[in-house]
């Protein structure tokens, strides 16, 4: 059974900094791509990034480039994206997701979904 | 940048037929994928290549895609149907190339 748990989301101040981890099991993790997705509250699903099987590939949305980095230990079969400089804009529910390739592509879809870890940035 | 869109919201009674669309320019050409989710829950893929169900989706679930407009089919809707539904394409002219319609209400009467 695959099984995706998201963890690190908490309560940050503007300009803060925190790590998101998504422990997965029950499929051979390093065979497929990853993303992160978020919700905003009361919002739609809006996609920020995503890194291939093998961690050798990464992509970002352009509202967090160059702020979240993306990442993956496969002999750990752990996700994680570092969130800095964080903005009010950036409270959501964030949420990993397995890809159903190993190269995020046009062909992939989000075949499973963690249960979502909580992200408020407020002063 | 692609825009997916979808009705805010599609009420249907009990044991009939509920069709939530997806908009897009000429989305025919493309895979579209759709997604449920149920209050405080993670989405769930229900539909994926416009028209396939994965393990433990229901029959009653069913997709199409042509022209520029792509249809998620929910038959003998049943009170458990209610949810948010989204669909998604690939685009990659778009800022991020996995792209979320805005989502559907579905509110069984």
Not at chain 2, 32 to 39: A, L, T
């Given at each position: 059974e695959v099984q995706l748990l998201e963890s690190g989301g908490g309560l940050v101040q503007p300009g803060g900094s925190l790590r998101l981890s998504c422990a997965a099991s029950?499929?051979?993790?390093?065979s497929y791509a990853m993303s992160w997705v978020r919700q905003a509250p009361g919002k739609g699903l809006e996609w920020v990034s995503a890194i291939s099987g093998s961690g050798g590939s990464t992509y970002y949305a352009d509202s967090v480039k160059g702020r979240f980095t993306i990442s993956r230990d496969n002999s750990k079969n752990t996700l994680y994206l570092q969130m800095n400089s964080l903005r009010a804009e950036d409270t959501a529910v964030y949420y990993c997701a397995k890809d159903s390739n190993g190269l995020y592509d046009s062909s992939g879809y989000s075949d499973y979904w963690g249960q979502g870890t909580l992200v408020t940035v407020s002063s | 940048s692609y825009v997916l869109t979808q009705p805010p919201s599609v009420s249907v009674a009990p044991g009939k037929t509920a069709r939530i669309t997806c908009g897009g320019?000429?989305?025919?050409s493309k895979s579209v994928h759709w997604y449920q989710q149920k209050p405080g829950q993670a989405p769930v893929l229900v539909i994926y290549y416009d028209s396939d169900r994965p393990s433990g989706?229901?029959?009653?679930f069913s997709g199409s895609n042509s022209g520029n407009t792509a249809t998620l089919t929910i038959s003998r809707v049943e009170a458990g149907d209610e949810a948010d539904y989204y669909c998604q394409v690939w685009d990659s002219s778009s800022d991020h190339p996995r792209v979320f319609g805005g989502g559907t209400k579905l509110t069984v009467l």
């Amino acid at each position: 059974e695959v099984q995706l748990l998201e963890s690190g989301g908490g309560l940050v101040q503007p300009g803060g900094s925190l790590r998101l981890s998504c422990a997965a099991s029950g499929f051979t993790f390093s065979s497929y791509a990853m993303s992160w997705v978020r919700q905003a509250p009361g919002k739609g699903l809006e996609w920020v990034s995503a890194i291939s099987g093998s961690g050798g590939s990464t992509y970002y949305a352009d509202s967090v480039k160059g702020r979240f980095t993306i990442s993956r230990d496969n002999s750990k079969n752990t996700l994680y994206l570092q969130m800095n400089s964080l903005r009010a804009e950036d409270t959501a529910v964030y949420y990993c997701a397995k890809d159903s390739n190993g190269l995020y592509d046009s062909s992939g879809y989000s075949d499973y979904w963690g249960q979502g870890t909580l992200v408020t940035v407020s002063s | 940048s692609y825009v997916l869109t979808q009705p805010p919201s599609v009420s249907v009674a009990p044991g009939k037929t509920a069709r939530i669309t997806c908009g897009g320019n000429n989305i025919g050409s493309k895979s579209v994928h759709w997604y449920q989710q149920k209050p405080g829950q993670a989405p769930v893929l229900v539909i994926y290549y416009d028209s396939d169900r994965p393990s433990g989706i229901p029959e009653r679930f069913s997709g199409s895609n042509s022209g520029n407009t792509a249809t998620l089919t929910i038959s003998r809707v049943e009170a458990g149907d209610e949810a948010d539904y989204y669909c998604q394409v690939w685009d990659s002219s778009s800022d991020h190339p996995r792209v979320f319609g805005g989502g559907t209400k579905l509110t069984v009467l």
